[in-house]
């Protein structure tokens, strides 16, 4: 079994910053050439409305964002600890929204893979 551990979500005002982490533990099994994971991401859901896309990264490690964090937000990888972090910059009120991350991770050497979220962490950015 595999678990994703989000953290670092608060409060902040309008324009600073915060950095989320993702960590995953458990039956993780790294892949020669492919690492430990085939994609992670970020996703995002404010209040009455749908959960949407932040950022992916893939395990070649393409990188995609949504339209509304482009510039803004990065994704980065620390592939010794397994963990995923999302930096958010100039953040805005409508930033505001509990943060979950989403992964396919690697079980054993065939490429046979857990696909989860974490239980998600509250960022909250104030006016």
């Known amino acids: 079994q595999v678990q994703l551990v989000e953290s670092g979500g608060g409060l902040v005002h309008a324009g600073g910053s915060l950095r989320l982490s993702c960590a995953a533990s458990?039956?993780?099994?790294?892949?020669?050439?492919k690492g430990w994971y085939r994609e992670m991401a970020w996703y995002r859901q404010a209040p009455g409305k749908q959960?949407?896309?932040?950022?992916?990264?893939?395990?070649?490690?393409?990188?995609n964002y949504g339209a509304s964090v482009k510039g803004r937000f990065t994704i980065s990888r620390d592939n010794a600890k397994n963990t995923v972090y999302l930096q958010m910059n100039s953040l805005k009120p409508e930033d505001t929204a509990v943060y979950y991350c989403?992964?396919?991770?690697?079980?054993?050497?065939?490429?046979?893979?857990?696909?989860?979220w974490g239980q998600g962490t509250q960022v909250t950015v104030s006016s």
């Open positions: 989403n992964g396919d991770v690697y079980l054993d050497e065939y490429g046979g893979t857990w696909s989860g």
């Open positions: 959960r949407e896309l932040v950022a992916e990264i893939s395990s070649g490690g393409s990188i």
């Open positions: 458990g039956s993780i099994f790294s892949i020669e050439k």
